[in-house]
């Protein structure tokens, strides 16, 4: 489990993204019953940094405060300067102990540049994605998501989706009743699944506005009823051609994926905060028991009973 975290910095970081990583995992948030961590912003040389933003930064910890990390994270770099080798160095010597690495945006560049991402699913902000298949031709680059876990390595693209990504790990390590409390002392929607686009056309609309705002409220009380698309795009009053169109111009991804993630998201809360029987569990949400442990098993790498072991708030 996650105690100890390290975000590693140079010159040229950005001070954004650096925000994100100290917000998700630097914040203590002790007095609302969450968990802590030990962390340390950390540089090759201790001292002045400076960032993209035209400031500096004093950074009192070397790279062995992240030979102690758990999970060491790098934020938004310069893409073009050369990644210096005593963090090259820092990457591996984690990557070897079996500490989990995570970037925002073009830190996973500094993975790269450390062989990291050789023979991995890997991602980084949309406008640096064929560079970075370029300059790696080993690594697998997905440009469109938000973030990808090839467990032990985690990337993510521009800004936000570090957010996204951390709540991700957050849900992996304490279960999604902690993250979701986390994300809203963030002011955040609480997940964003990693496949969803990066570049959404149109935002989600508010509920009230003619569009599918009613139908996704509809969806998330009726989980445990048949939601394909003919039936969904009947009550949206348009074909399915029209509706699967729509659907993904608006959220980023398809119905059946959305319907998917709120099942999901359902699962993991009974599974938490209730003792009932994991096929009552799976037909409260739509899903067969063998569907519900292949979902599992598929994007959360536990079986439900597993999950529900690690995560229950009632044990």
């Not at 035209?54 to 992240?66: E, I, K, M, S, T």
């Not at 348009?238 to 659907?247: D, E, L, Y």
């Amino acid at each position: 489990m996650i105690t100890n975290v390290a975000a590693i910095v140079y010159d040229g970081v950005a001070p954004f993204e650096l925000g994100v990583v100290c917000e998700a995992w630097g914040t203590d948030r002790s007095a609302d019953g969450l968990p802590t961590f030990d962390f340390a912003v950390c540089t090759p040389r201790p001292g002045a940094v400076t960032t993209n933003a035209g400031f500096g930064l004093q950074v009192p910890h070397d790279l062995a405060r992240a030979a102690e990390a758990d999970l060491v994270v790098v934020p938004a770099v310069p893409r073009h300067n050369e990644v210096p080798s005593d963090v090259v160095e820092a990457l591996r010597a984690a990557y070897t102990r079996g500490a989990r690495i995570m970037s925002v945006c073009s830190g996973a560049f500094a993975l790269g540049a450390a062989g990291l991402l050789d023979g991995r699913q890997c991602t980084t902000h949309w406008m640096f994605a064929a560079e970075l298949a370029e300059r790696f031709p080993a690594a697998e680059v997905l440009p469109e998501v938000l973030y990808v876990d090839a467990d032990p390595i985690l990337t993510s693209a521009g800004t936000a989706a570090g957010v996204d990504a951390s709540l991700y790990l957050w849900r992996k390590e304490f279960g999604s009743a902690i993250a979701n409390q986390v994300a809203r002392r963030m002011v955040v929607p609480p997940q964003r699944e990693g496949g969803q686009a990066q570049f959404i056309r149109n935002a989600v609309p508010d509920l009230e506005a003619e569009t599918l705002g009613p139908v996704l409220t509809w969806i998330v009380e009726h989980l445990d009823e048949p939601l394909d698309v003919d039936a969904l795009a009947s009550r949206a009053a348009m074909s399915p051609r029209t509706f699967a169109r729509r659907f993904r111009a608006e959220t980023g991804t398809t119905p059946h994926a959305w319907v998917t993630t709120q099942r999901l998201h359902r699962a993991e809360h009974l599974l938490e905060e209730t003792d009932r029987p994991v096929d009552w569990v799976a037909a409260a949400v739509g899903f067969t028991p063998a569907v519900l442990r292949h979902h599992f098993a598929q994007t959360r790498g536990l079986s439900p009973q597993r999950y529900r072991r690690r995560f229950s708030a009632l044990t």
